[in-house]
């Protein structure tokens, strides 16, 4: 979905997108966002909770084999790296 609105920066600098694009991105107070530049694009993008991601549907199936293998994988990683601490 494509959206456009314009605002004006406040006097402290605060940044404060329209309400209709608030609304289209689900930002409510206490909503946790990320903001990234590509070239000279200030892009905001909510966070989802945890609980929002539990209540998604899956978009990746994985065995309970290959959840496994890749557990391990990344905790011997883990463990390489506190060991350099």
């Known amino acids: 979905m494509k959206s456009e609105s ?3 920066v406040g006097s402290k600098e605060e940044l404060y997108p329209p309400k209709k694009l608030r609304k289209i991105l689900g930002l409510r107070p206490g909503v946790k966002v990320r903001y990234r530049i590509e070239g000279r694009k200030l892009l905001v993008e909510p966070i989802p909770s945890v609980g929002a991601l539990l209540e998604a549907d899956a978009t990746v199936t994985i065995s309970k ?7 391990r994988e990344l905790s011997s990683r883990l463990e390489g790296r506190r060991r350099e601490w």
Do not use: I, P
Request: net charge neutral; hydrophobic share 30%.
């Open 65 to 71: 084999g290959d959840a496994r293998a890749h557990r």
């Open 6 to 8: 314009e605002s004006v």
